[in-house]
């Protein structure tokens, strides 16, 4: 099984300020993603982090707002731009597992409060 | 599009009793099913998994899950629930490009 870190866990940022998320991946993975969880709510994926060329984002998340980077294969980091809060959210990394298993892995996770 | 449907916000069970957690799915071609709790102020931690094979899936914490293709379902059970399992519960998709989609969640309460 894969470990991920994220840094800050958590933070209390001023509105129209930016944050960036690190993800750090003890192992090579291929595919990485952005998942956000406002609130009360479910996960949303963000984006995919491709190594080596742009993120590719879901339907109402743009690279504006949220810039990513993946420079190799075992980090990424999310920048959540020009903050509200509406932004308050809980903001996951994960990978899918090498191998047969299949299985999908989340770091645990960036606590990110806007006033 | 890959999408799963929790048709319960809330599901309440005694302890001891069997509990089920309902999730439905649609899905194109052959489905990549998950489970993943939530617990309060700590991460997601998976459950159990359905790519292929035997429709009862066994996993973690004596959970198990259930696929049915004619009802295109995929429901959590557990024969005898306890306190400790009240959490809440998230049923997934993964499409062929490893993004996973999450149903809205049941928060599953365990009492005494």
């Known amino acids: 099984s894969a470990v991920i870190s994220q840094k800050p866990s958590r933070d209390i940022c001023q509105r129209g300020t930016s944050l960036t998320i690190q993800c750090q991946v003890d192992?090579?993975?291929?595919?990485m993603f952005w998942y956000r969880q406002q609130p009360g709510q479910s996960l949303t994926l963000i984006a995919t982090?491709?190594?080596?060329?742009?993120?590719?984002?879901e339907s109402g998340f743009v690279i504006d707002k949220f810039p990513i980077s993946r420079p190799n294969l075992t980090f990424s980091t999310l920048t959540v731009s020009n903050m509200s809060p509406e932004d308050s959210s809980i903001y996951l990394c994960?990978?899918?597992?090498?191998?047969?298993?299949?299985?999908?892995?989340f770091g645990p996770g960036t606590r990110l409060t806007v006033l | 599009a890959q999408s799963v449907a929790q048709p319960e916000d809330q599901v309440n069970v005694a302890e001891g009793n069997p509990l089920t957690v309902k999730c439905t799915y649609s899905?194109?071609?052959?489905?990549?099913l998950f489970w993943y709790v939530q617990y309060p102020n700590r991460g997601l931690q998976f459950l159990l998994k359905?790519?292929?094979?035997?429709?009862l899936v066994k996993g973690s914490y004596g959970f198990e899950a259930e696929f049915n293709k004619s009802q295109t379902s995929f429901h959590l059970k557990k024969p005898s629930a306890l306190v400790s399992d009240s959490a809440l519960y998230f049923c997934a998709v993964r499409d062929v490009f490893s993004r996973i989609y999450f149903g809205a969640g049941t928060r599953l309460t365990v009492k005494p």
């Open positions: 994960s990978l899918t597992g090498t191998g047969s298993t299949n299985e999908q892995f």
């Open positions: 359905y790519i292929t094979g035997d429709n």
């Open positions: 982090a491709n190594q080596g060329s742009e993120a590719t984002y």
């Open positions: 192992s090579q993975v291929t595919m």
């Open positions: 899905v194109s071609g052959n489905p990549y």
